[in-house]
């Protein structure tokens, strides 16, 4: 009978030509589950005359790589090879090859159908949607403080596309107030929140949303004009719907990047008799309140 430790080294000595081959091949090498010596020798290989600091510093470069990888199939949803991934992240394709290995692993990539090329796996589609769900989470508290303090309605909603789609809003006080159902669609041009979202994007990409949506509308736009007052909105922060979107209401909003870079925007909409005589309170109420999310929401 074979020794514990004999066997596990038979497993290691089987195991490796084949993670060798696999290398040489250029599939993905599959995470070794069944046999810790694989794991340790690994460790041992790359961890061998590293002092603490030096390991700490190596770790880190793993996480900076994993990540360009992670970047580069986003940029390329249709799945990139190994050699492809190399090339963009400049990187060795043996250093590529490991790193897709453990991220396979983790279920942060997956192979194509066909099993030539690697794209993102479910797992960074689980965290997309939880750090959604936290960007509402952790707006709520200002939108809740944002409609005590004004007695009117505060909303959130994200750029997506072609338009403005509610994620949340707290109603006011009043007993005529605008009430807006999560999961509507507004349009960019005519909603305040609409121009404060545009006026974040570069102005060739903000053009095309707009006479795109002109073009849908059956519109005869103005760019010149629109462009002009989409440099007012980036100037100040602070964008307006006066009638425009909705007969009897107006709306200031401003908008923000989240960590991810996505785009959202804070909007007040308020009955038109009331908005003039608040419009100046309303536009001071909000800039403090996107100054607060952009500190603690914009990208690193």
């Given at each position: 009978?074979?020794?514990?430790?004999?066997?596990?080294?038979?497993?290691?000595?089987?195991?490796?030509?084949?993670?060798?081959r696999?290398?040489?091949?250029?599939t993905p090498?599959?995470?070794?589950?069944?046999?810790?010596?694989?794991?340790?020798?690994?460790?041992?290989?790359?961890?061998?005359?590293?002092s603490?600091?030096?390991?700490?510093?190596?770790?880190?470069?793993?996480?900076?790589?994993?990540?360009?990888?992670?970047?580069?199939?986003?940029?390329?949803?249709?799945g990139?090879?190994l050699?492809?991934?190399?090339?963009?992240?400049?990187?060795?394709?043996s250093?590529?090859?490991?790193?897709?290995?453990?991220?396979?692993?983790?279920?942060?990539?997956i192979?194509?159908?066909?099993?030539?090329?690697?794209r993102?796996g479910?797992?960074?589609?689980?965290?997309?949607?939880?750090?959604?769900?936290?960007?509402?989470?952790?707006?709520?508290?200002h939108?809740?403080?944002l409609?005590?303090?004004?007695?009117?309605?505060?909303?959130?909603s994200?750029?997506?596309?072609?338009?403005?789609?509610?994620?949340?809003?707290?109603?006011?006080?009043?007993?005529?107030?605008?009430?807006?159902?999560?999961?509507?669609?507004?349009?960019?041009?005519?909603?305040?929140?609409?121009?404060?979202?545009?006026?974040?994007?570069?102005?060739?990409?903000?053009?095309?949303?707009?006479?795109?949506?002109?073009?849908?509308?059956?519109?005869?736009?103005d760019?010149?004009g629109?462009?002009?007052?989409?440099?007012?909105?980036?100037?100040?922060g602070?964008a307006?719907?006066?009638?425009?979107?909705?007969?009897?209401?107006?709306a200031?909003?401003?908008?923000?990047?989240?960590?991810n870079?996505?785009?959202?925007?804070?909007s007040?909409?308020?009955?038109t008799?009331?908005?003039?005589?608040?419009?100046?309170?309303?536009?001071?109420?909000?800039?403090?309140?996107?100054?607060?999310?952009?500190?603690?929401?914009?990208p690193?």
């Amino acid at each position: 009978m074979l020794h514990r430790n004999m066997v596990h080294y038979v497993r290691y000595t089987v195991h490796l030509p084949l993670a060798i081959r696999q290398q040489d091949s250029g599939t993905p090498v599959p995470h070794c589950r069944s046999c810790r010596l694989c794991c340790i020798a690994e460790r041992e290989r790359t961890g061998a005359g590293m002092s603490d600091g030096e390991q700490g510093r190596s770790g880190i470069q793993v996480i900076a790589r994993a990540a360009a990888i992670l970047r580069a199939l986003r940029d390329n949803t249709e799945g990139m090879s190994l050699g492809q991934i190399a090339d963009r992240v400049e990187l060795p394709r043996s250093t590529v090859q490991r790193i897709v290995g453990a991220l396979q692993a983790e279920r942060l990539v997956i192979a194509t159908s066909s099993g030539g090329s690697i794209r993102l796996g479910p797992e960074i589609t689980a965290l997309s949607e939880a750090t959604r769900y936290n960007v509402v989470e952790e707006c709520r508290l200002h939108l809740s403080e944002l409609s005590r303090r004004l007695g009117e309605t505060a909303d959130l909603s994200v750029l997506r596309g072609a338009g403005m789609i509610f994620l949340d809003q707290v109603p006011g006080t009043h007993r005529l107030r605008t009430i807006s159902a999560v999961g509507d669609v507004f349009p960019l041009t005519t909603s305040a929140n609409g121009r404060a979202a545009l006026a974040l994007l570069p102005e060739p990409e903000a053009r095309a949303l707009v006479e795109a949506e002109w073009q849908r509308m059956h519109q005869q736009g103005d760019w010149p004009g629109f462009a002009a007052m989409l440099a007012e909105v980036r100037q100040h922060g602070i964008a307006e719907d006066a009638d425009e979107h909705t007969h009897g209401i107006s709306a200031l909003g401003g908008a923000f990047r989240d960590r991810n870079g996505e785009i959202h925007a804070i909007s007040v909409p308020v009955p038109t008799p009331r908005f003039l005589p608040m419009r100046h309170k309303v536009k001071t109420e909000l800039r403090e309140t996107l100054n607060h999310l952009r500190q603690n929401l914009s990208p690193a």
